[in-house]
């Protein structure tokens, strides 16, 4: 299966640089109107066109060193220190209206009002468990995974690798 691995950068790791960019990314995009939300999720470039609720940028509340353990012991894979360090500060995140993210703990399954709704990330336990059934001898999480077929993965030494077409594993 390695040779099917494309990584996005020549050597993009989950240091802790990564997470300073990605905040001087999405932090130019608050002249357009911020949220704050009662589980520290912060949303960041309110585009009203679209609907009131929506932002270009969702960036979840924290993890407690609980959840994370919780999520590692359910994938049933140590989650790298990259990770670990990320869910601490963000329960994942969506970014440019979905078109880059990292998945989190989705800790409401009803969606009954605009802030619950605006609250959790998409599920990272799901694509994992079923990541886990197509390549039993998986290595990495996976954080995000796309409509074309292809996943994001975390690696243990905080590689971030890109998959191009997940369903060619089994």
Same mark, same amino acid.
């Given at each position: 299966?390695?040779?099917? %691995?494309?990584?996005?950068?020549?050597?993009? /790791?989950? @240091? !802790?640089?990564?997470?300073?960019? *990605?905040?001087?990314?999405?932090?130019?995009?608050?002249?357009?109107? &911020?949220?704050?939300?009662?589980?520290?999720?912060?949303?960041?470039? =309110?585009? +009203?066109?679209? =609907?009131? =609720?929506?932002?270009?940028?969702?960036?979840?509340?924290?993890?407690?060193?609980?959840?994370?353990?919780?999520?590692?012991? &359910?994938?049933?894979? $140590?989650? #790298?220190?990259?990770?670990?360090?990320?869910? /601490?500060?963000?329960?994942?995140?969506?970014?440019?209206?979905? %078109?880059?993210?990292?998945?989190?703990?989705? /800790?409401?399954? $009803?969606? @009954?009002? &605009?802030?619950?709704?605006?609250?959790?990330?998409?599920? *990272?336990?799901? #694509?994992?468990?079923?990541?886990?059934?197509?390549? +039993?001898?998986?290595?990495?999480?996976?954080? $995000?995974?796309? &409509?074309?077929?292809?996943? *994001?993965?975390?690696? !243990?030494?905080?590689?971030?690798?890109?998959?191009?077409?997940?369903? $060619?594993?089994?």
């Amino acid at each position: 299966h390695r040779n099917q %691995l494309i990584k996005l950068r020549k050597e993009y /790791k989950m @240091t !802790p640089g990564y997470l300073s960019l *990605i905040h001087g990314l999405v932090e130019k995009w608050s002249r357009l109107g &911020t949220r704050e939300l009662r589980n520290g999720t912060i949303l960041i470039g =309110n585009t +009203p066109k679209i =609907n009131s =609720n929506s932002y270009l940028h969702e960036l979840y509340g924290p993890l407690c060193a609980i959840e994370i353990a919780g999520l590692e012991d &359910t994938i049933g894979i $140590k989650f #790298p220190i990259g990770l670990v360090e990320f869910f /601490k500060i963000h329960n994942g995140c969506n970014l440019f209206n979905d %078109l880059i993210g990292i998945y989190g703990l989705k /800790k409401a399954q $009803k969606r @009954t009002d &605009t802030e619950i709704e605006l609250s959790y990330p998409y599920d *990272i336990i799901i #694509p994992n468990l079923e990541y886990g059934k197509l390549s +039993p001898s998986r290595r990495g999480i996976v954080i $995000k995974r796309y &409509t074309d077929g292809s996943i *994001i993965l975390a690696e !243990p030494d905080d590689t971030v690798l890109r998959i191009a077409d997940s369903n $060619k594993l089994s």
